[in-house]
C-alpha cells in the first residue's frame, strides 16, 4: 500500500492542521490547555464532570503518543476537577510508568504511581469493571522504592493485564495496553537480528491485529503496530496503520512522525520527508507556549529532524537535508546538551551535522566544524572519524593518518556498554574503524587492502542493532560500492548496489549505483529500468551524481 493520499497533500495545507491550540498555557500555568488539534480519541470513564472526562480523553491521547510530561499534566487536571474519576488516577500512575522508548521508572516516578492509585481507591466502588481490572493492573506495576530490575514487576503487571484482555475482550484500549505490557518486556527487541519473532512477538501483534479490528482508528494499536512489524521482514504490515496515523493526531509530533518509521523501509522517501517536515511544524506549535525543552522531548524532536535529515539524504536533497540538521542542532541549544549530555551523546545528533555533509561531500565545511563538548566522548570520536574520511578524500594522508590515529586513541576511552541509539557505540564504531581505514588505504593506492576493510565494515553494519534512522546513517555498501566501479570491478559492485537496495529500497545512490554497473557490463535494457526508477526518487534531489559516494568521482 502506498500512501497517495498523504503523498499529494501540499505541505502547506498539512501545517493548517499544527496552528497553535486554542487554550495556551505554559508549563509554570497550573491550569494545562486543551488542545484542539489532537484528534476526536474518547473513552468513556467514570466521572461527573463532563470538563474531567475531557482531559481524561486528552491525557490518554497524550499517553498513548507517549508524551507522558502533557499525559500527566491532562490527568492530574482531571482529578483536580473530579477526585472520584478513578481513571484520573489510573492515568497518572500510568503516566509514571514506563514505555518502551523509557523502560526506567525512578523512585520519585513510582512513589507519584502508588500515591495516586492510593488516592483511586475511595473511587473503586464506582469505578465500572473494567476500570477497576485497569487499576488492580497498575498497582503490579509499581514498588516503593523501585527495585533495580524491574523484570518482576513488568511480568507481573503483564500478566494482569492479560487478564484484563480475556475478561474485556471487546474493549480496544485494554487490547491496546496489554499490547503495550508485553512490548515492555522486550524494548526494541521483539525480532531477532535474521528476523524471526523473539517470544511474545507473535501474541502481540495477534492482540493489536484485533485492536485495530475494534477500533481502526485507535492511536495507540496504530502506534504500536508501526513498532510491531518496523524490524521485521515484513514491515509492509504496518503500511495501514502508517496511513491512518499521518492525520490521526495532526498536532502531536511523535504521531505525525511515526508512519515515516514504515515509509523508510519500504522506499517512500517523498512521504517520510513530507511526515517529518509536519512532525517539525507540529513541535514548533507545541512548544510555542513552553519555556524549556524537557530531556527526553528534547530526544523526540532530535528524532523528527534526524529521520528527516535521513529520508532527503537518500533522495538528493543536499539543502533540506543540511537546513534541517542545522535547524536541529539550534533547537537542542547547548543548555539541553549540558543537562542532557547522554541522551545528545548517544542519539548522535550532535555529529550529524558533519555526517550529512560528508554524505554530500562537503569535506571543507566538514573540517571546518568546531570541536564537541567534553561531556560527549561518543560524538567527539565520530568527529575524528569524519576528519579522517574528509581528508582521505580531499587526498592529504598526512592529516587523515593524524585523524585516524586520534580516532582510535579517543575509541578506547568508549565505555563497553555505552549506549549509541538502540545499541553500544562499540558497535557502531567498529563500522566507523573500518570505513575510515578502508577509505584511507583505497584512496591511498592499497586498493585492495582497502576494499578488504570496506567488506568489513558492511559485516559491521549488518550487525549493528536495528533502528530508525540507522545508527549508521550512510550506508557502507555506497562506499564499498563506488570503490568496486573505480576498481572496475563491475560484477561485486552490482551485487553489493542489490544488496543494498534490498536492506533500503529505492534509495537514489544506491538505484544509480546499480545502474551504473550494469551499464559498465553491457546491460543497457537492464539499466534503464533502474535509470527510471532513479530518475523518480531523485525528482526532487539538487544534486547530480555521478557516483553512489562522494568520496570517489565514479566511472
Known sequence: ??????????????????????????????????????????????????????????GLTFLYSYNYGESMRSFRQAAALDAGCAMAWWGIAAANGPHINDPTVTAEHAKAALDALNKAQPAMASATPVEQALLRAAAKRFADPPPADRKLLDLAYADAMRQAWKDFPNDADVGALFAESLMDLRPWNLWTSDKKPQPGTEEITATLEIVLKLAPMHPLGNHLTIHAWEASPTPDKADIAADRLHDLTPGIAHMVHMPS????????????????????????????SKKTISGIYGGYLGHNYHMLAFATMMSGQSKRAIHAIDEMITRLSPEWVKQNPALADSSGFLVMPMEVRMRFGLWDEVLAASDLPENCPIARTLRHYARGVSYAAKKQFNEAHAEQTLFQEARKKIAPDAAF???????????????????????????????????????????LHYDEPPDWI????????????????FAEAEQVYRNDLAKR???????????????????????????????????????????????????
Open 1 to 58: 500500500m502506498v500512501r497517495t493520499t498523504f503523498a499529494a497533500k501540499t505541505l502547506f495545507s498539512m501545517m493548517i492542521a499544527c496552528l497553535p491550540p486554542s487554550v495556551k498555557a505554559g508549563d509554570d500555568v497550573p491550569v494545562p490547555p486543551l488542545y484542539s488539534n489532537i484528534g476526536s480519541f474518547h473513552r468513556r470513564v467514570t466521572t461527573k464532570s463532563p470538563l474531567a472526562q475531557r482531559f481524561v480523553d486528552q
Open 261 to 288: 518509521h514504515i515509509d523508510v523501509l519500504r522506499g517512500r522517501w517523498r512521504e517520510a520527508v513530507l511526515a517529518n517536515e509536519l512532525a517539525v511544524a507540529a513541535d514548533r506549535a507545541y512548544l510555542h
Open 421 to 463: 541509539g538502540l545499541g553500544l557505540a562499540t558497535d557502531v564504531l567498529a563500522v566507523a574503524d573500518h570505513v575510515l581505514a578502508g577509505e584511507l588505504l583505497f584512496q591511498s593506492g592499497r586498493r585492495e587492502e582497502g576494499l578488504a576493510e570496506l567488506r568489513k565494515g558492511v559485516v559491521s553494519e549488518d550487525a
Open 505 to 555: 529500497p529505492e534509495n537514489g545512490w544506491g538505484l544509480f549505483g546499480l545502474m551504473r554497473s550494469l551499464e559498465k557490463q553491457g546491460r543497457p535494457d537492464e539499466a534503464a529500468s533502474f535509470r527510471a526508477r532513479f530518475a523518480k526518487v531523485w525528482k526532487d534531489a539538487d544534486i547530480r551524481l555521478s557516483t553512489s559516494c562522494l568520496c570517489l568521482p565514479g566511472t
Open 474 to 489: 550512510q550506508p557502507v555498501r555506497h562506499a564499498l560500492g563506488a570503490a568496486l566501479m573505480t576498481a572496475g570491478h
